[in-house]
């Protein structure tokens, strides 16, 4: 592991502090301290909180009010926002050079709710333009890095959440995901990160009747995802697909886990997704410390029919909404993929998008059927360790050759498609040192037991992983392909 020199408090998990917090033995105001002392001394070698906002947050933390009873009640913790989300008087770029001095006058419906559940916005982090791509860079901002090594991608579109996470910067991240910004972004960094059910998390998208695009979690435990979930979970009636929490809290969930869970394994989808053989070790080993803890795996291949081109519609149809509600001087620095995706969409028929509906419920009917045998599906995050920050997207994989920017990200296409809740957990470091993602799909709204299944996994392999400090590596010097083949891997504990 490599070593953490940040403050002692930036160390502790959100439970821990927030349970300080609580109790009145640390104040916002000291947390904040901590959190700007640590974000000073990483950022320059891994850009991921560009936008800080230094007096609103201590202003907020000299008045946190709010139901102190309810049960995502953050008591002034410092959080991150991810650049897609509005903050009030906090410049909010979209990673896109025509809203690079942007400044919202609102907040976003979410971040009103994280406030008022006692979170204090410390910044904006960093991600793709427009959130496109698992590769965090924009032309605003630039890059944000891999603190594990910062020659290697950190993921995307939340990577800049993920990377404030890893590096003790906050104890809690807001993330979004629609092809894996979420999971893959966690699983690269040795982070949770969740990606629920619609409507559990609602914001102000001004297209919420697409639902594919959801808001969640991003934390260091599994317990602090479940935390983090409780803050920003609940109904609102300004978001037509809201829906309301359940009673019980999704922390008290983590907390009654049981190792003894039942997880069926889909190593590459039936063929569609393929894997690096070392990926495919680690993801085992971290497996068998499951079944070495009570729990039972099982090799299955679930019918997912036509999912890579029913996501592609799906994913189409929200980039024409986005293009039709975006100013033409915005839209005229967009990236090509933005536009491809665009182009895309537009070209779609009726045809198209009634046959994607018809498929998306087949495949969900599929998977409704596989939760009677599985308390959870897990499958790789992506099917490779994370490559070189320089290359943009993933185009080899196991000796699959990809045309397409979002073919390397197909295991998220799964849980974007049916709307069940997946989740990012550390299971491993490579021989490297870098961590190693598994993801876990859950029932239809079984936040809670996806958790539960997720502690388990977590307490199995030996995690949660500590805070690092960045570890700092000459981009021009990347390890050759022959010197990353044939490595395995070793558990949490291990490490």
């Known amino acids: 592991m490599p070593t953490f020199t940040g403050p002692e408090l930036c160390k502790k998990t959100a439970c821990d502090v927030v349970d300080l917090l609580r109790a009145r033995r640390v104040s916002p105001r000291e947390l904040l301290e901590a959190a700007f002392a640590r974000i000073e001394e990483v950022e320059p070698a891994v850009n991921a909180m560009p936008t800080l906002c230094r007096e609103r947050a201590f202003a907020a933390a000299q008045n946190v009010s709010g139901d102190i009873a309810h049960p995502g009640w953050l008591a ?5 926002i991810k650049d897609l989300t509005s903050v009030a008087g906090v410049r909010t770029s979209y990673g896109t050079r025509g809203l690079a001095e942007y400044v919202p006058e609102t907040s976003d419906p979410l971040v009103t709710r994280l406030e008022e559940r006692g979170g204090i916005v410390v910044g904006k982090t960093n991600t793709p333009e427009f959130g496109a791509g698992a590769n965090t860079f924009n032309e605003v901002f630039g890059a944000t890095l891999n603190p594990w090594d910062t020659r290697l991608n950190a993921g995307g579109s ?12 906050v104890w809690m991240s807001h993330g979004s995901d629609h092809g894996g910004s979420l999971r893959t972004p966690a699983a690269y960094n040795g982070v949770v990160g969740l990606r629920p059910s619609f409507g559990l998390v609602p914001s102000g998208s001004d297209a919420p009747y697409i639902l594919e695009p959801q808001e969640g979690p991003m934390a260091r435990t599994v317990e602090d995802c479940a935390l983090f979930l409780d803050a920003m979970a609940g109904f609102d009636p300004s978001v037509p697909t809201s829906c309301a929490a359940p009673e019980t809290p999704f922390r008290s969930a983590v907390q009654r886990a049981s190792g003894r869970v039942r997880i069926g ?12 053989p070392e990926m495919d070790r680690y993801l085992r080993r971290g497996l ?5 803890s009570g729990g039972t795996v099982d090799d299955i291949a679930p019918d997912v029919g036509a999912l890579d081109r029913t996501y592609h519609v799906l994913r189409g149809l929200l980039w024409v909404a986005v293009s039709k509600n975006v100013p033409r001087d915005v839209s005229i620095h967009f990236k090509d993929v933005i536009r491809q995706n665009t182009d895309f969409g537009r070209a779609l028929t009726a045809e198209d998008i009634a046959q994607a509906q018809l498929e998306r419920t087949r495949i969900y009917r599929a998977m409704y059927r596989l939760f009677d045998s599985f308390d959870a599906l897990a499958l790789p995050v992506v099917g490779n360790m994370p490559r070189a920050q320089s290359e943009e997207w993933v185009r080899d994989v196991n000796g699959t050759m990809f045309s397409n920017y979002m073919d390397w990200l197909r295991f998220s296409f799964l849980a974007t498609v049916t709307g069940l809740p997946a989740i990012s957990v550390p299971v491993g470091l490579s021989d490297d040192g870098i961590p190693v993602g598994l993801q876990l799909i859950g029932p239809p709204r079984g936040e809670a037991q996806l958790l539960a299944v997720a502690q388990a996994v977590e307490t199995a392999v030996g995690g949660p992983l500590s805070p690092i400090d960045p570890v700092v590596h000459s981009r021009r010097e990347m390890p050759s392909e022959q010197d990353q083949e044939g490595r395995g891997g070793e558990t949490l504990a291990q490490a």
């Open 76 to 80: 002034g913790l410092p959080i991150g």
């Open 158 to 169: 939340s990577g800049g959440a993920a990377v404030s996470l890893a590096t003790g910067e």
């Open 265 to 276: 394994f889909a190593s590459d989808l039936g063929g569609l997704c393929p894997v690096e």
């Open 288 to 292: 068998l410390a499951v079944e070495r």
